[in-house]
């Protein structure tokens, strides 16, 4: 168990460090990556025979957090454009969330962060770990079909 235990530690390590990075870059932390993942895979149902987005309360569900919690975050995603509320017609308590362009734009460099985390924990699971790319920048290339890495160098034919 205990290389289990170091493998999750590494790849939180590997998480961490690219959602720091991610900040610092595009502004956007791991809590607001969270918040928009919650809208984004609600998004899409049908409720009351309209397509809606998210209540409030769905969010607070997902994440487990507080209802004040959620409604300060979704006050300050609404803020900041990446999310946008809208009357419930089916409840008029309520109001629905969704994703504007900006916030699906933020939500997929979220999911980037997850993939350069992934190449990292690849790498470092061979025995180097590289600089991961930052958002906007291509991906390396990485040894595969047709690929080679690095360290590759062909053996004579005999």
Do not use: N
Request: aromatic share 6%.
């Amino acid at each position: 168990m205990r290389a289990d235990a170091e493998t999750l530690q590494e790849i939180h390590r590997i998480c961490r460090r690219e959602w720091a990075r991610a900040a610092r870059e595009s502004g956007v932390s791991l809590s607001e990556f969270e918040y928009l993942q919650a809208v984004q895979d609600q998004e899409d149902l049908q409720r009351y025979e309209d397509r809606h987005g998210q209540h409030l309360q769905d969010i607070v569900a997902a994440l487990d957090v507080t209802k004040a919690s959620a409604s300060a975050m979704i006050a300050k995603l609404e803020a900041r454009g990446f999310v946008t509320r809208f009357q419930c017609r089916g409840d008029a308590r309520a109001q629905h969330i969704i994703l504007t362009e900006a916030g699906r734009a933020r939500f997929r460099e979220g999911q980037a962060v997850y993939a350069r985390a992934a190449a990292a924990l690849r790498d470092g699971a061979q025995g180097r770990v590289p600089e991961a790319p930052g958002p906007g920048q291509p991906e390396p290339e990485r040894p595969g079909p047709g690929r080679p890495g690095p360290d590759y160098t062909e053996e004579p034919s005999t």
